[in-house]
T-cell receptor, first 110, second 116 residues
């Protein structure tokens, strides 16, 4: 069974810092990996989807990397802003099924 | 494009009643929809996979007679929580696949269920 772990569980940084969120998974036979953002009491917003044949994806200040062989993905957020405060979820996709980590709760202070 | 809606966004009900949650794909046809449940500070857990015109496939540990899923059209799936109890209080989120090679799932905004 695929296990997805996200470290750290919570993170607080001052505005402007660059930061890295980590995601690891136990079964490297994945189809895709996706990073989501979830605001309190809200649904999920897709940030980046990395297909298994890709190594990274970029969108604005966000960059996600994927290393299937080591079972790891990172989400890099550049020049963090208070509006980035949310929970960030990593999900590993095998076929149709998504296996989610518990998320990293990020707080960016002004 | 690829917008998924859920209704209601929030529901409070008494123990023993049934609650229906709707999931709609607004601008695409979804042959497959998924229902997830999220308890506080926990991961989203897949409950069931819903295919249009056929019976849903439930994950291990999810009672199919308690969580009734109907996927009657290519744009609508419903989840009915029957005889709800306080332990069913949770955040229920649906998603749908729009098609294409990536199998990307698009998520609804979620429904907060509180059972008193």
């Amino acid at each position: 069974k695929q296990e997805v772990t996200q470290i750290p569980a919570a993170l607080s940084v001052p505005e402007g810092e660059n930061l890295v969120l980590n995601c690891s998974f136990t079964d490297s036979a994945i189809y895709n990996l996706q990073w989501f953002r979830q605001d309190p009491g809200k649904g999920l917003t897709s940030l980046l989807l990395i297909q298994s044949s890709q190594r990274e994806q970029t969108s604005g200040r966000l960059n996600a990397s994927l290393d299937k062989s080591s079972g790891r993905s990172t989400l890099y957020i550049a020049a963090s802003q208070p509006g980035d405060s949310a929970t960030y979820l990593c999900a590993v996709i095998s076929g149709y099924a998504l296996n989610f980590g518990k998320g990293t709760s990020l707080l960016v202070t002004p | 494009g690829a917008v998924v809606s859920q209704h209601p966004s929030r529901v409070i009900c008494k123990s023993g009643t049934s609650v229906k949650i709707e999931c709609r794909s607004l601008d695409f046809q979804a042959t497959t929809m998924f229902w997830y449940r999220q308890f506080p500070k926990q991961s989203l857990m897949l409950m069931a996979t819903s295919n249009e015109g056929s019976k849903a496939t439930y994950e291990q540990g999810v009672e199919k007679d308690k969580f009734l899923i109907n996927h009657a059209s290519l744009t609508l799936s419903t989840l009915t929580v029957t005889s709800a109890h306080p332990e069913d209080s949770s955040f229920y989120i649906c998603s749908a696949i729009s098609g294409g090679a990536s199998n990307e799932q698009f998520f609804g905004p979620g429904t907060r269920l509180t059972v008193l």
